[in-house]
């Protein structure tokens, strides 16, 4: 089974901008990144299909973040601008054997997470 390890994390100011990634130790289909907040629902940011060429994201996040694959490197970037406090999570990368990916996708294998925090 794949094994997934996320970094990137980090503290950033209101407006600021992080590029998570995620290392794969083999090949991957597809991908996703979803976010957990103290108190809230683990909840789907984004998604990525195998070839890398269909992207889904969550509403609050469109405009603002993009994820990436690179395929050769087995590795899932999340670029993320103008953040704000509410984005503010543990960030996970998540892979599926599914060739569909979204927020309703069943993930096999999940990562341990990064710590983003958005504060002034």
């Known amino acids: 089974q794949v094994q997934l390890v996320e970094s990137g994390g980090g503290l950033v100011q209101p407006g600021g901008s992080l590029r998570l990634s995620c290392a794969a130790s083999?090949?991957?289909?597809?991908m996703g990144w979803f976010r957990k907040a103290p108190g809230k629902e683990r909840e789907f940011v984004a998604g990525i299909s195998g070839s890398g060429r269909a992207t889904t994201y969550a509403d609050f996040v469109k405009g603002r973040f993009t994820i990436s694959k690179d395929n050769a490197k087995n590795m899932l970037y999340l670029q993320m601008t103008s953040l704000n406090p509410e984005d503010t999570a543990v960030y996970s990368c998540?892979?599926?054997?599914?060739?569909?990916?979204?927020?309703?996708?069943?993930?096999?294998?999940w990562g341990q997470g990064t710590q983003v925090t958005v504060s002034s």
């Open positions: 998540a892979a599926t054997r599914s060739s569909v990916v979204g927020p309703k996708t069943v993930f096999e294998t």
């Open positions: 083999g090949r991957t289909f597809g």
